[in-house]
């Protein structure tokens, strides 16, 4: 049932090629120019007129929320707001008629989730469900949806899901920005274009195992470990961090790299691996600086690379790279090898990485 793997973890990792090519099947083909959700067609055009769209989500899926945002504002030019769930239900938000709330969760069934939905839904939003199992509670209570298509999920730290999450919702971003007139067609036709070669990006980047496992015995004593990343790849480095804290138990923490000087720039010293996520985009020269800080305080830098980078290698302990693609899309195969280094690093110090302590599959009590 592992498939040859030893965890369904690794498992779900090394399926994502098949996982988000699925979930664009017969909804993307760059030939023709054509992109359409079905269970979102009556609703693409309604969303093009939104003000605003509200993400309720928990975890894994709220990261995949907050890469929606950055591509929603960047291409449809509409404002997103990300909540996470628990806070929204009891927060008396502000929720008006016309109002699109999106819901995001692998499971469909996560209590917080499903209770902000309710709660949006009697003040006359529109919820839309981006979720991955077929029928669930959250699809059930949704007005509309897409799902995932990401198959059955096992291991407990979502993978595959977060992918089949972000591969949905940036399909959505770009229909509605394409209604709404706010894409250039050549724009449009690029970005099917490298969505539909982003599966076999993910498949070269898996082909990285060796090194990332090399660099995985080097670090799975740590006791701490930072993860910075700016624009979007800052919910990739909320992400990684999330992945390394569940399965592995070693404290991690997330951040935008430009807030690293507000605060956890102090806890850089030469026991801190600091994982980079410094890809070739529009924060790549910023990124670079945030390198350099943390190399001058001593700290061991990682660094996710765009291939064929020159300068970073030069700074960095180790680098990693992953192939070039248009920015927006990035998240998709920069997190790849986070996945697999916290999967190796909790793997290397005995952890139980498909059911991690303390932690269930699908938190249906809040
Ligand atoms: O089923 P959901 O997507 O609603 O679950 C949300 C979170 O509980 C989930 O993403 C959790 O954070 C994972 N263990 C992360 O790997």
Request: charged letters at 25%; proline letters at 4%; hydrophobic letters at 45%.
């Amino acid at each position: 049932e592992k498939g040859g793997y030893d965890h369904f973890m690794l498992k779900e990792i090394f399926e994502q090629p098949r996982s988000v090519a699925d979930c664009l099947r017969g909804r993307v083909n760059a030939d023709s120019g054509h992109l359409v959700l079905g269970g979102l067609r009556d609703y693409t055009e309604k969303l093009s007129k939104a003000k605003r769209i509200v993400i309720v989500a928990c975890g894994t899926s709220w990261h995949a929320g907050l890469v929606a945002e950055y591509i929603f504002e960047e291409l449809a030019r509409i404002n997103v707001e990300v909540e996470y769930a628990s806070e929204f239900r009891y927060r008396n938000p502000i929720i008006k008629e016309g109002d699109f709330v999106i819901a995001i969760s692998q499971s469909g069934e996560t209590a917080d989730t499903l209770a902000a939905i309710e709660l949006a839904k009697s003040k006359g939003a529109t919820i839309l469900g981006v979720c991955n199992v077929v029928g669930a509670s959250i699809p059930r209570a949704s007005h509309a949806g897409a799902y995932t298509h990401a198959g059955p999920e096992i291991g407990v730290a979502s993978t595959k899901a977060f992918t089949a999450q972000v591969t949905v919702l940036t399909q959505m971003a770009i229909a509605v920005a394409s209604k709404k007139g706010t894409l250039h067609e050549d724009t449009f036709r690029r970005l099917l274009f490298e969505l539909e070669r982003i599966p076999s990006k993910i498949e070269k980047v898996l082909k990285s195992d060796e090194k990332i496992r090399e660099i995985a015995e080097k670090f799975k004593d740590a006791r701490n470990f930072i993860y910075l990343g700016r624009g979007y790849n800052f919910p990739v480095a909320l992400e990684g961090a999330l992945k390394l804290k569940e399965i592995s138990y070693i404290h991690a923490e997330g951040y935008p790299a430009a807030e690293m000087k507000h605060g956890p720039i102090a806890l850089i010293d030469a026991e801190m691996p600091v994982v980079f996520i410094a890809t070739k985009d529009s924060s790549y020269e910023k990124v670079v600086s945030n390198i350099q800080e943390v190399k001058a305080r001593k700290g061991i830098v990682i660094a996710i690379v765009t291939e064929g980078d020159k300068l970073i290698p030069t700074m960095a302990d180790y680098t990693i790279e992953i192939p070039a693609m248009h920015e927006a899309l990035i998240p998709l195969v920069s997190v790849i090898p986070l996945q697999l280094l916290s999967y190796y690093i909790a793997v290397m110090r005995g952890c139980n990485v498909d059911q991690p302590r303390n932690l269930a599959k699908s938190v249906t009590v809040e």
